[in-house]
């Protein structure tokens, strides 16, 4: 891929960055062909090329217009009315009039969370969702919350998808091949997972006709099945009132209220995947705010017509449950199961054809997990509840880490639960409206704290109001009726993972704070630029230190180099590669605005040297691998200064723990075995991490 560099001093502009890029393909590409081994090849095939962050087209590339993202994101909403509208339908029991109310009742949530999600985004045009409006909000405590819920929620959403994606299926086909349904959705999941590392653009082009075929197909199913009954619309009427007026009489209005609002609660499931696209604002094409907001707008109006109609259709044909069948299999059976013009089978076709879409749709559902799972994991690692590592990317610009490990997680999930969909719709609503609770609030608190900054305050707050009782109502519903009932599995995994999570940013924090110590050298040393410009000797010793921002543990570096060998040195060159990662890849502009730091703390660095009297210089490199641009940058170097020395500082605790090596990378060490095998001389230079300080070498 191609690599931001730094020859001499630090170029003003990307174009002379990409001047330098180009030359450093294409005399390097010979030696990249003559290294690349069958394992690189065939990752190459299977992921795709490299991605080149010079390209000025690349975030065009890699983003979605709103009717891709209503594909990648809005499956997940849409797919849904595969298993929320029946959850729905069969709590009702013989009380089916309910079904109109029922239906209503769903659309109009549907409506009130999308029109506050799409809220939600004009005011964190960034994404993250509900976690970033629980931290921003509401503080990080609760943003920890939120952002488990999240992640439990996200791995539930590839379960939920496949595993009702595979009862659909399964529905048509003999009972003898239902022993195989755990293998096929474990290899769905592999296959998601191939795709969304190799990009999110291509896994959503690659999966677009399935969700159109889905849309097609059903709406032939609801404008024809509601009109085949608009000549009955009289008797169906009176149908309805009267089940009313039977249900008064034996359950009375309390408990046709109860028997409402408990089927209402347990199509929670309906509502699932609202929330996906304020969570992938990032992937937006520009103007991300807009392409966001209209890709909402598609989601709540298709979710709202399919879920509510296909509860209105289960009353019209008068759907009742089947064994080893979905309600939705027998309603289309009912539909379309006795069309043979011309003594062609076409409805067992039509059947077919539907039930294998709506199959496809779940599948593709399943993307939105992969999509925003790993987002959420980027944005929680970013903020130091999980590991720094997964805020990283691929050379395809996805993040790998993420996708991995909600793949392997989702599996563990189907085994565990032995695929069975009801448990896992159960486990899956709880901690959907955890997070759906706790924006609304979040957003309730922003528009009473800004009333006297916004006129139109009321206005906008009522939509948040209204949201939250909603989400609140079934949250609780769904407690209650579902905790004895498996839903507690759900609370205890999302609170050993809130856990897991203070205690990864309360081991952030320590050694933070322990570094801050080191950083207070700054104010010593001299930090204006000096009056000396002196260009590093190629022919003398020259050090070079691999540093990152501009702080105690560099400039301790780069002393530690002075002290344990005085004298030795009067050339020092400064190297540093500037990693892509989640938060730095939104847009054109953050990345601009990143690398445009990296090169003012190489600046510092260079003016501190010279300010002490060394001849020095800075080198640049821009990628998503560390020691790999490292490494290259590094043997560029030792052509151009033979006598060099690289130097890389790491901590090292006093108190060595397992977890140690994988909250904290090994950069250092690997970097010095990398040069080393390279030919070339490197050390590690230590710096101690004990209980209360931290002391330099």
């Not at 003898?176 to 293998?183: I, N």
């Not at 998601?192 to 999110?200: D, Q």
């Not at 299999?329 to 089978?345: D, Q, T």
Request: aromatic residues 10%; contains cysteine; proline residues 3%.
């Amino acid at each position: 891929m191609s690599r931001y560099r730094v020859r001499g001093r630090i170029p003003d502009t990307n174009t002379e960055i990409d001047h330098m890029n180009t030359e450093r393909e294409r005399t390097s590409s010979a030696d990249d062909d003559q290294n690349f081994t069958m394992a690189a090849r065939l990752r190459r095939t299977l992921l795709g090329a490299p991605r080149s962050i010079s390209d000025p087209s690349l975030f065009h590339r890699i983003s979605l217009i709103a009717f891709l993202a209503w594909v990648g994101l809005g499956a997940d909403g849409l797919s849904s009315s595969a298993y929320g509208p029946e959850e729905s339908f069969r709590a009702l029991g013989d009380q089916t009039y309910l079904a109109i109310a029922l239906a209503v009742a769903t659309a109009f949530t549907i409506f009130i969370i999308s029109y506050a999600y799409s809220r939600i985004v004009e005011h964190f045009p960034y994404g993250g969702g509900g976690y970033v409006v629980a931290s921003k909000l509401l503080g990080p405590r609760f943003g920890v919350v939120s952002g488990s819920a999240l992640l439990v929620d996200y791995v539930l959403t590839i379960s939920v998808s496949i595993a009702s994606s595979a009862d659909q299926v399964f529905s048509v086909l003999p009972p003898e091949y239902r022993s195989w349904k755990l293998t096929v959705v474990a290899g769905s999941i592999l296959l998601l997972m191939l795709l969304n590392l190799r990009g999110v653009r291509e896994s959503v082009t690659v999966l677009m006709p399935i969700f159109l075929v889905f849309v097609a197909t059903h709406l032939i199913l609801l404008v024809g099945g509601i009109g085949s009954h608009l000549a009955d619309a009289g008797r169906m009427v009176g149908d309805v009132r009267d089940g009313f007026t039977r249900g008064t009489e034996t359950i009375g209005w309390a408990g046709m209220f109860a028997l409402f609002i408990r089927a209402y609660s347990m199509g929670a499931g309906t509502y699932t995947g609202i929330e996906a696209v304020s969570n992938g604002v990032q992937i937006m094409r520009e103007p991300k705010v807009e392409t966001a907001k209209r890709t909402m707008a598609y989601m709540a109006v298709s979710l709202a017509v399919t879920a509510g109609g296909i509860m209105i259709l289960y009353l019209l044909f008068r759907v009742q449950p089947t064994e080893g069948k979905t309600l939705n299999a027998v309603l289309l059976e009912e539909f379309a199961g006795g069309w043979r013009p011309a003594g062609i089978p076409a409805g067992y076709w039509f059947v077919v054809i539907a039930l294998a879409s709506e199959a496809a749709l779940l599948f593709v559902a399943a993307q939105a997990g992969f999509i925003d799972g790993p987002r959420i994991m980027s944005s929680m690692a970013t903020d130091s509840w999980l590991p720094h590592r997964f805020s990283s990317l691929s050379d395809r610009l996805t993040m790998q880490n993420g996708v991995l490990l909600i793949s392997i997680s989702a599996i563990l999930t189907l085994l565990l639960t032995n695929g069975q969909t009801s448990m896992l719709v159960l486990m899956y609503s709880i901690n959907v409206f955890l997070t759906f609770s706790l924006s609304e609030m979040g957003m309730v608190l922003y528009w009473i704290r800004g009333r006297r900054k916004y006129r139109d305050w009321i206005r906008h707050i009522i939509i948040h109001i209204v949201g939250l009782v909603l989400c609140l109502s079934i949250l609780a519903i769904n407690l209650y009726e579902k905790f004895g009932e498996g839903g507690w599995i759900t609370i205890v995994i999302t609170a050993v993972l809130i856990a897991v999570c203070v205690v990864i940013r309360k081991h952030y924090r320590t050694v933070e704070r322990h570094l801050t110590r080191l950083d207070s050298v700054v104010s010593e040393l001299p930090l204006e630029t000096a009056a000396s410009h002196v260009i590093p000797d190629r022919k003398a010793q020259t050090a070079v230190v691999l540093v990152k921002e501009y702080g105690g543990l560099g400039i301790h570096s780069f002393l530690s180099v002075q002290r344990l060998l005085p004298n030795q040195f009067r050339n020092f060159l400064f190297v540093t590669v500037q990693v892509l990662d989640a938060g730095n890849l939104k847009g054109a502009e953050e990345l601009d605005k990143a690398i445009g730091q990296t090169r003012e703390h190489l600046q510092k660095y260079v003016d501190l040297a010279r300010g002490l009297g060394f001849a020095a210089d800075c080198r640049m490199s821009v990628g998503t691998e560390v020691l790999d641009e490292a490494e290259k940058l590094c043997r560029e170097i030792s052509k151009e200064y033979p006598r060099s020395i690289f130097f890389a500082g790491k901590l090292v605790f006093q108190k060595g723990k397992w977890y140690q090596r994988f909250l904290h990378n090994e950069t250092a060490y690997e970097f010095q075995r990398r040069l080393q095998f390279a030919g070339l001389n490197a050390m590690v230079l230590p710096v101690r991490v004990f209980d209360a300080a931290v002391i330099p070498v």
